[in-house]
């Protein structure tokens, strides 16, 4: 196969960045790290597709991480931006809107009685972990090795077993007591969860976890699993925290709690809920949120939370997903995508799996299923690597990471699917 790359202007792009930013980006998941080579640098988005600034233009299966369900630019959201700016950016002040937009969370996802606007999914992360401690006065949190909750220091840890252990700081300046009170388990592994539980009776504030994991590729819960986290903190007085950054509003309209029939203490939101715009949340049962600052003593706060012109991209996004769903159709073509390139790969004799849920999938070059990050960290990257730049050279803009979940918007079609397997056929041929 040829070495496809970026065009001379992102190429040039990225070397001004570079002198000016850290790796030259703002997200390290921008950089092309994990498949060599540099970034495309995006002029603009259109419904499914990207525009370089090279004139190239993209199918997208990124769609900004998750939040585009709805495509890129949708006009009604775009005119409720445009409005909602052209009144004034930030007050600092409470709006009606905010209360609107609380509402529609509020009746659409199933553990949530009350909510928290705050500005991203780490800060929602950050805030739920803070909660559930002064809720329970307990401090020991579990988390699951490859289920990514943001930048947030207590989550910022890895484990090297399948044995419980107390986490170990996976990035520099994350202090080892900042990750002392985090405990990392394998991920599906109702067992060494219970064990947990044995071993530390009364002391678990909290279980967060990604129902379905995009951060390490599309892991779906194996059967049992979820339950199993439900039964347990309710036995024990620990809140369950279910990450629903990537999964609430685009697995169903409730989340994945409304898919799997699994109600959590306590969810937090990003991406699809602040449709393109820098807006998170959490929530959860009403006692527990009665908790935060002013209604309790947890502190939390935020200049631009609630910001207006996010709120009117969140309230535009939901009321579009609620009037006219689109999961059954994105299921769909989901599964088709999910056969077509588990085809293309077997044609081409490379050993794979294809993990699909919704409009979340992943084809992992590995010949076994993936459960947890120990199978996930199996897969052959250096193949995956080339395998997204010849989609790049068919102008098929995949995630930059066999570790990343590939999502898509309501926009792609029938045809757009079908162009993309057969894609993937030449390439995985190809290689």
Aim: charged share 20%.
């Amino acid at each position: 196969m040829n070495s496809p790359q970026a065009g001379p202007n992102s190429r040039r792009a990225f070397d001004r960045a570079c002198r000016l930013m850290p790796g030259g980006v703002n997200s390290p998941a921008r950089a092309f790290g994990a498949v060599g080579g540099s970034p495309l640098f995006i002029e603009r988005a259109e419904g499914p597709y990207l525009f370089d600034i090279d004139g190239r233009r993209y199918l997208d299966y990124i769609v900004s991480w998750g939040p585009m369900i709805l495509g890129h630019a949708h006009p009604e959201v775009i005119a409720a931006i445009t409005e909602a700016a052209a009144r004034g950016t930030s007050f600092g002040a409470p709006t009606e809107r905010e209360s609107e937009l609380a509402e529609r969370i509020v009746a659409a996802v199933p553990s949530i009685d009350k909510v928290r606007l705050v500005n991203s999914g780490t800060e929602a992360t950050m805030s739920a972990i803070r909660v559930a401690r002064g809720f329970t006065g307990r401090d020991k949190i579990i988390k699951f090795a490859g289920n990514y909750h943001g930048h947030v220091d207590a989550l910022l840890v890895s484990a090297g077993s399948a044995a419980a252990t107390l986490g170990v700081p996976d990035s520099p300046g994350v202090t080892a007591g900042a990750g002392g009170d985090t405990i990392v388990l394998p991920f599906n592994d109702a067992a060494a969860l219970a064990a947990t539980f044995e071993k530390f009776p009364g002391q678990i504030a909290a279980i967060i976890l990604e129902p379905v994991v995009g951060n390490m590729g599309c892991v779906p819960p194996v059967p049992g699993f979820l339950e199993a986290a439900r039964e347990l903190t309710a036995a024990d007085g620990a809140v369950l925290i279910f990450d629903e950054v990537m999964t609430g509003f685009r697995l169903a309209y409730g989340g994945a709690q409304e898919r799997f029939g699994i109600t959590p203490d306590m969810t937090t939101l990003g991406k699809v809920v602040g449709g393109g715009m820098p807006l998170g949340a959490y929530g959860g049962r009403e006692e527990i949120m009665n908790c935060v600052l002013p209604a309790g003593k947890v502190f939390q706060a935020g200049t631009l939370s609630g910001n207006p012109v996010a709120v009117a991209a969140g309230n535009a996004t939901l009321r579009l997903l609620e009037q006219d769903p689109p999961y059954a159709e994105l299921e769909r073509l989901g599964k088709r995508l999910a056969d077509g390139l588990a085809e293309a790969a077997s044609a081409a004799g490379l050993p794979h799996q294809v993990q699909q849920i919704g409009s979340m999938l992943t084809l992992f070059f590995n010949p076994h299923p993936v459960h947890d990050w120990g199978g996930a960290s199996k897969s052959d990257s250096g193949r995956f690597g080339r395998f997204f730049w010849g989609m790049i050279e068919r102008g098929i803009y995949l995630p930059c990471s066999q570790y990343e979940a590939l999502f898509f918007s309501r926009t792609h079609t029938e045809a757009m699917i079908d162009e993309t397997i057969a894609a993937a056929k030449e390439v995985c041929a190809a290689l």
